[in-house]
């Protein structure tokens, strides 16, 4: 990425740009590793071969052929390396099964429990990085001097990162599709920087989301439009207009992502209760 500097610009803008494209020639996510948690890897490109932050394999008759899915709750692979809280990795599940049960429910009808003609989606967080606050705080000031306001500016090596196994599988145990995906939030993006230490991996959990039903179901697969209550109504509303209106403003003002405010702060115990 790069930025032809204008001789218009104030010195500071100049300077801020010319720091952020050094910067972003070393910010691209790299592959996700492998947990041992999916059923399979066999059919995923073999690691020295997929340089890229994501993989999937899909057998699209198998895929094609599934009615009912069962969403297993995400959850965290064991021993992995975290600075964010019990609180704060509740946070992050709940969004990840929230994006996750929205975008899938476009494809496949979903069953609330499992059953024997139902397919099962089994999900794992196998790394969580946290942003940091300092980093958060300088980027949203540098924010209010950014001559390109579309895009958002992070300091490097501040931004926090997600990255996920998922498998689709077939009633009978068989795996239909498997999933890799991997990200960090970019330096040069529209990711807003946050205080909550948690905010980066909230706002990744609905590209995540997006990339699962996408690996899922192939394109002879047609939408599903759900009725009133849908099957995702547990996880509250899918798009709630004075949180996206209250969230935006709020955002324009601070240059920053609240969790409180964009309704993301919600754990997956509070829901439950």
Known sequence: MSFALSNT???HRALILAAIALATSGCQSGPAARSGFLSSYATLPAPEKNRKASAYHRDDAASDAIRTVFIQPAEIAPDIETKLTAE??????HEVNRQICFEISERFLIAQTPGPDASTIRTAIVRLQSNS???SVVAAAVDFVNPVPVVKFRLPSSTGGLAVESELLAPDGRQVAAMLWAR???IAGRTKPSLSRAGDALQLAEPLGDTVAKAFASENRPKIKTDKPGPCDHFG????IGRTVANGFVGGVTGLYMPQVAGTSVSQK???D
Do not use: C, Y
């Open 270 to 272: 509070e829901t439950l």
């Open 237 to 240: 509303s899918r798009k709630n």
């Open 88 to 93: 704060e990795k509740a946070m992050v599940l």
């Open 184 to 186: 960090n939030v970019e």
């Open 9 to 11: 610009l104030p010195p």
């Open 133 to 135: 606050r300092v980093g």
